[in-house]
């Protein structure tokens, strides 16, 4: 009945209730248009080739899926595949999405000449909304995708490679979606348009009232949504911009039955009708007291961007946040800077699931509660460049850090703050740890890249500038020799390798200087190589390790005792 009746009020409100018939596709055609067979294929780089228009002369074919090597192309670098493909009218209501597989190394993907996605990690599936208005239907349309290989395979190597709508998405991916009933339909949908009219209108104080005190949409709490509306509000009523919707779909969250998930394509149109901007919405509603209310979807690992001012770029990281976050809000909480390996990213923790491990370690008493961050620091090393033109340790330890602070909450202190790694992030764990002492109570390292030798890396000149000396100055076991004993005093330093890893003698190295300069620290070599097995099986070790040291802060308290560890 309160569904109901909330529909008539917003139906009042607005005057018409509009075509507020949930479609829903069981068993519909299959909505997808074939990408695999021949592209067009060219080695290099040049900025205009994510253009829509460009000359083609020169470009070779090339079939995808499959790595390039296997079709004589030996090398390691850039180069650009390019696809025309006619989008047909029937697929104008849909929201579609352009399914590329996976790619070896890295990718950034434009259509028509506009950006819609890029991942780094060569394991990781690629699946891009294709905005609307980018889509010209019955006509030629272009993908561009720029790969960086950066060694051994290269290309867009598997698939399927497709355009799909997000029905035939779900049919792929075997996603069972409880769809919402007509009335949850209706009090979802004409709450949307009504917010959306305020939003225009600059009705803010009208909108806020749709809108949970409890509201978190990824970082952006009540408060941070609130101070941003003026901006979106003013543009969207200085531009006399109104709002349209394609393919809504309402369905229950399947982790809490109560919350209703608005999915659509939001369409900005002008005041003739034409669309000028699009963009992909999954919004997250639920009744508090009575009143349908946005919740926002109080996400606890989710991907955060930020302008880095060292860096002068927008950077992006993955956070973890743990369970007590959304209950105890005046909780704050210790936190992990965790690193990821060379031709990784920050998104190679969500392919991990490393949420998962955290949240079970949390669950049976483990480790106390912390916030995770997960940088992305391409294959930095996370170190500074020698021409001091990529600021890679100031990105960690000064921008980051201190957004962080700022923007989640944190126990501001030393004594609350730890860092980790795995292989290049075990690198930057120990070069950040030790040289900026001042930022961490303990450092750790998985199967660390301590010491590499400079004919390994002397194509990274984005890096050392050809130096070898420099280089060398910034190797984690070069830092350790150079300090003094007394350096160390207050960190807690735990690091180990496989027994059949190539880095184990450079991790042996770092042992013996910690060990010769009376600098109390964990060393352990285990069975087994260089791989993700291998450190994935031990990862509980590291936040067990960073746990018990946070307990010995004045400032981590803790509701109930943690079980013997």
């Known amino acids: 009945m309160k569904i109901f009746l909330t529909s008539l009020i917003i139906l009042f409100l607005l005057g018409c209730g509009g075509n507020t018939k949930q479609k829903i596709d069981n068993g519909h055609p299959a909505e997808k248009i074939e990408l695999s067979g021949k592209w067009l294929f060219r080695i290099g780089d040049a900025e205009n080739w994510s253009e829509e228009k460009i000359d083609e002369f020169g470009w070779v074919e090339i079939v995808v899926p499959s790595q390039w090597e296997k079709q004589g192309y030996n090398f390691d670098g850039v180069a650009w595949y390019r696809k025309h493909v006619k989008i047909p009218s029937q697929f104008k209501n849909k929201k579609l999405f352009l399914y590329l597989g996976k790619i070896d190394d890295n990718d950034k993907v434009y259509f028509n000449g506009e950006l819609i996605g890029s991942t780094r990690g060569w394991t990781f599936e690629r699946i891009y909304f294709i905005p609307n208005d980018l889509i010209k239907y019955d006509n030629d349309n272009v993908i561009a995708v720029r790969v ?41 949908f004409l709450t949307v348009k009504l ?38 509000s003013n543009f969207l009523t200085d531009n006399r911009y109104s709002i349209d919707y394609v393919d809504f779909k309402v369905y229950h969250s399947p982790e809490n039955d109560s919350i209703l998930i608005a999915d659509y394509v939001r369409l900005i149109k002008d005041t003739a009708g034409v669309l000028k901007f699009s963009d992909e919405q999954i919004r997250y509603f639920k009744f508090e007291n009575g009143s349908l209310l946005e919740i926002g979807n109080n996400s606890r690992f989710f991907r955060v961007g930020f302008f880095s001012r060292w860096l002068q770029e927008e950077r992006y990281f993955y956070v973890y946040l743990p369970p007590s976050y959304d209950i105890d809000i005046k909780k704050r909480y210790p936190v992990l800077y965790l690193l990821h390996g060379y031709g ?55 921008d980051l850090i201190n957004y962080v602070d700022a923007t989640f909450r944190t126990i501001p202190h030393r004594e609350t703050r730890a860092i980790d790694g795995v292989s290049m992030g075990g690198f930057g764990s120990m070069l950040l740890g030790f040289k900026y002492f001042d930022k961490f109570i303990s450092i750790g390292s998985m199967m660390g890249a301590l010491e590499i030798p400079f004919e390994r890396v002397k194509d990274k000149k984005y890096i050392h500038n050809g130096d070898s000396i420099y280089w060398y100055s910034i190797q984690p076991t070069s830092i350790a020799q150079e300090l003094t004993s007394q350096h160390f005093d207050g960190l807690n330093i735990f690091f180990y390798v496989g027994d059949k890893d190539w880095l184990k003698d450079s991790n042996l190295k770092m042992h013996e200087i910690l060990k010769r300069k009376g600098v109390k620290h964990e060393f352990k070599i285990y069975p087994g190589e260089h791989n993700r097995d291998f450190w994935f099986s031990h990862f509980a070790e590291n936040l067990i390790f960073h746990s018990n040291n946070f307990l010995k802060s004045k400032y981590v308290k803790i509701k109930e005792t943690l079980k013997t560890r």
């Not at 959306?196 to 909108?207: A, I, K, P, Q």
């Not at 809108?211 to 941003?228: A, G, M, P, V």
């Not at 620091?377 to 600021?391: G, H, L, T, V």
Request: aromatic share 12%.
């Open 344 to 398: 990784g990213s920050d998104e190679s923790w969500k392919y991990d699931n490393i949420n998962s491990v955290v949240d079970s370690l949390i669950k049976i008493g483990k480790i106390v509660e912390m916030i995770i961050i997960m940088p992305d620091a391409d294959s930095s090393f996370y170190a500074n460049s020698k021409d001091r033109k990529r600021m890679y340790e100031q990105y960690i330890v000064d």
């Open 148 to 188: 960086e290989d950066l060694g051994l395979g290269g290309g867009i190597y598997e698939g399927p490679i497709l355009i799909v709508s997000r029905d035939e998405l779900w049919q792929m991916k075997n996603e069972k979606k409880k769809f919402a009933s007509q009335d949850e339909y209706n009090a979802v």
């Open 195 to 232: 917010m959306d009219s305020l939003l225009t209108r600059g009705n803010l104080s009208s909108y806020l009232a749709f809108l949970s005190l409890k509201f978190r949409e990824n970082e952006k709490t009540y408060t941070l949504w609130k101070r941003d509306l003026n901006q979106i």
